[in-house]
């Protein structure tokens, strides 16, 4: 039985609306790969030389490219199709179903991006373990979503947490500000969707809690 948090539907201002509807635009999951790439090039360039040779193959801007297309161009191609078919109700996938789809593509795409970066060898294994924990964690999302929808925000950002945690834990590093901002992005991600009556407190902590396992389990797998 839900409780009665869960059951009983926010009531707030259009302007407090207005800013969570904002909020959960600018902090959209299909933006964290990107944004976790540039932080990891920015931070720890040493590890990502490959990337820097004079061949244009390996140059920064091709890999920001390369992220760019596959974990938000073609994922948001997918969604816009969907709605222009009729095989989605709307681009914001609110119902269970609109989801299956974005699902589906969206494995295909992260676990293309993991592969073709583990094969190539120019990557550290850190952000391979990134790239296969966002993978995970759609997997579970797209089998959870038959019994219940859990927020794709909160993955998302408990990835980041995961991921710093990961950093954190195996390597030694002091990334404590960095993880203080993912957990508090995280909450406001969260909140947003609360706001909009988008899900509930249950699915929100469910989504956050994926997403740090998922990382967990990729850095395990790969380390």
Not at 15 to 26: G, I
Not at 110 to 137: C, I, M, Q
Not at 194 to 221: C, K, M, N
Request: net charge neutral.
């Amino acid at each position: 039985m839900m409780t009665f948090m869960e059951e009983q539907k926010t009531n707030f201002s259009p302007v407090t609306r207005a800013v969570a509807n904002v909020f959960s635009y600018v902090l959209h999951p299909l933006f964290i790969p990107l944004l976790v790439t540039f932080l990891s090039v920015t931070a720890l360039p040493e590890f990502f030389t490959a990337f820097r040779s004079n061949s244009f193959r390996w140059d920064y801007d091709v890999l920001f490219i390369r992220v760019t297309v596959a974990s938000v161009l073609f994922p948001m191609l997918v969604v816009a199709l969907s709605k222009a078919l009729g095989f989605v109700s709307s681009i914001t996938m609110r119902d269970q179903k609109d989801r299956i789809i974005p699902y589906v593509a969206s494995i295909i795409f992260y676990f293309w991006a993991f592969y073709t970066f583990k094969r190539e060898g120019a990557s550290p294994d850190f952000y391979n373990a990134f790239w296969l924990g966002v993978f995970l964690a759609v997997v579970i999302s797209f089998v959870a979503n038959s019994f219940v929808k859990i927020s794709m925000h909160t993955v998302g950002w408990g990835g980041v947490v995961g991921f710093l945690l990961c950093l954190m834990g195996d390597m030694g590093m002091n990334v404590s500000l960095p993880l203080a901002g993912a957990v508090l992005l995280a909450g406001i991600a969260g909140t947003s969707r609360l706001v909009l009556d988008a899900h509930t407190p249950r699915e929100v902590w469910s989504g956050f809690v994926v997403g740090v396992l998922a990382q967990a389990g990729a850095y395990w797998i790969v380390g």
